[in-house]
């Protein structure tokens, strides 16, 4: 691991000053993901601004009816939220269904939005990889492609995002909280959060330098019966090869992310609007324009069979 | 944990007087100390209280937690295994909850209480958990067996708790005790002896014992 030094921020609008202003400067929170990564020297901060005494470790109903999740809430806390578990099934069920019971304790709210891939090539400090060092290429496309992306990715980059938890927020239409260091705040749709890799696949959020996500905001419940349906090459402890995230009406409406197959979590609100026609019209438009590799092809069915399991989960 | 902040900025002023007070000699010789003064990290001071007692620790910020108990606590019950968090041997208690310590940092637990292997039992008084272990044979090399220990205690009171798993039918009802919920919440500590279905019996055991 390189040298950093560290300290606790006091308040949000000191932590994004520090690390805007400080040059190679980064938040730390659980620290599940980036201590990974700083001990492999793929993240090289020189100081880490630890965020956990900043009160941001509440959940709060808004006034609208929904929750507004704070950035350190850890996964643990979160999934066993009654209120969570109660409205939002589907959310609850995407933290179980990732990582260990350990890091579930420690991973946050705001760190799981920004963890980084699992592509192998990414990991592979002697590989090329355009995320960890912008122009160097992608060894990943012509190389074991198992895991990788097969939508969304681009002649430059084809790492999956490899959240659970996101696919979940994506399919509720969560709003992602920041502030920056003039204390000016926003509210990021989820949809909008997580970037496609284009020809800066280093680019993975909307967030500016110095940005710091405060909360996650979910709208008011929407009823519906709510599923996360994993499949990956163990029972327990992998990431998803493909991973659904449903919400399913009673009259057959409703809403489908997927994870596992794309730079980020994929939904379409198109290809929503023809569940009552079942889950072969539903993956054809969710899946159009697929560009799979040899090794990945398998995830485009296993698309369509996931949902159809979801599907007829939702009518029993 | 305040001082710390204010260690930092001290020594950030010490820094920047450190590049004003070499300005009058040559310029070599001012970026030589600028240099050299970067890249040494102080170590930060804090207090670990680990399995009951207070233990004041000056450390380097990039020692894990993992490595302040065994390298610098001389605690060597908590094993290093892939020191990634993917196989569970270092898994501790901070503050009653079981994490990775080989990813966390000492620094960021200042004032939290840990509870280690051998902080649970003793060989004269050990713990119900590890009794179990002996007692349906959870464990065959034993390297993992502390982290399988600490975890299985934690798990436990996570069911307890009411905290969901990916094993859990009804998420508005409570987890049960089921062996299905003991695995899956298990999954995050590897034993490649292959022990699982020994340690799921000891975690059962005591499950079934009045607390």
Redesign the interface.
């Known amino acids: ?1 390189r ?6 921020a ?1 308040s949000t609008l000191d932590a994004a000053r520090i690390v805007t202003q400080l040059k190679g400067a980064k938040f ?1 929170a659980g ?2 993901n980036l ?2 990564l700083m ?1 492999l020297e793929i993240e090289t901060p020189s100081h ?1 601004v ?1 965020l ?2 900043l009160g941001l470790d509440r959940i709060e109903e808004t006034a609208e009816g929904g929750l507004r999740i704070g950035a350190t809430v850890t996964n ?1 806390r979160l ?2 939220d ?1 209120r969570v ?2 409205g939002y ?1 589907v959310l ?2 995407a933290i ?2 990732g ?5 579930r ?2 991973a946050t709210t705001g760190g799981n939005l920004l963890q980084r891939t699992r592509c192998p090539y990414f990991y592979d400090t002697n590989q090329a990889c355009n995320k960890r060092m912008p122009g160097s290429g992608c060894a990943a496309i012509a190389g074991v492609s198992r895991q990788l992306a097969v939508i969304g990715g681009s002649a430059d980059c084809i790492a999956t995002n490899p959240g659970d938890m996101a696919v979940a927020l994506r399919a509720l239409d969560a709003l992602v909280e920041t502030v920056r260091l003039d204390g000016q705040t926003r509210a990021i749709a989820i949809a909008d959060f997580h970037r496609l890799p284009g020809a800066t696949p280093h680019v993975e959020t909307a967030l500016e330098p110095g940005e710091l996500i405060t909360a996650v905001t979910l709208p008011p419940p929407i009823g519906g019966r709510h599923f996360y349906q994993k499949v990956r090459d ?4 992998a990431f998803a090869l493909v991973s659904v995230a449903a919400v399913i009406h009673e009259n057959g409406s409703g809403r489908v992310a997927v994870g596992g197959i794309a730079p980020k979590p994929w939904r379409l609100e198109v290809a929503e609007a023809a569940l009552p026609r079942g889950a072969g019209a539903v993956a054809d438009a969710l899946m159009n324009g697929a560009q799979p590799t040899h090794d990945n092809a398998f995830k485009v069915p296993l698309v369509e069979r996931t949902l159809a399991y979801v599907m007829a989960q939702a009518k029993g | 944990m305040k001082d710390q902040r204010n260690l930092q900025l001290t020594r950030r002023d010490v820094l920047l007087s450190a590049v004003t007070a070499a300005l009058p000699m040559v310029a070599g010789a001012a970026q030589a100390e600028t240099i050299r003064s970067v890249t040494d990290v102080r170590k930060l001071p804090l207090t670990l209280r680990v399995n009951g007692k207070d233990r004041e620790l000056e450390l380097d910020p990039r020692t894990t937690l993992l490595d302040s108990l065994q390298e610098h606590l001389h605690l060597s019950g908590t094993k290093k295994g892939c020191d990634h968090g993917q196989c569970g041997a270092c898994t501790v208690l901070v503050n009653g909850v079981r994490i990775n310590s080989c990813l966390s940092l000492a620094v960021m637990h200042d004032g939290d209480s840990i509870t280690t292997i051998e902080g649970l039992g003793t060989p004269d008084n050990l713990h119900p958990m590890q009794a179990a272990f002996i007692k349906h044979d959870g464990y065959q090399c034993g390297y993992c067996t502390p982290g399988q220990i600490c975890s299985a205690v934690a798990v436990l009171n996570e069911i307890k708790a009411g905290i969901p798993s990916h094993a859990t039918g009804d998420l508005t009802g409570s987890p049960e005790t089921s062996n299905v919920e003991m695995r899956e919440r298990m999954s995050g500590n590897i034993c490649r002896c292959g022990a699982y279905s020994n340690i799921a019996e000891a975690m059962a055991e005591v499950a079934r014992s009045p607390a």
Not at chain 1, 3 to 8: D, I, N, S, V
């Open positions: 691991m040298e950093f030094t560290y300290e606790r006091t730390i620290g599940t201590l990974d001990k880490l630890d956990q005494d643990t999934a066993s009654p578990r109660r099934g609850a069920r179980v269904a990582a260990s019971g350990q890091l304790n420690k163990r029972a327990s402890y």
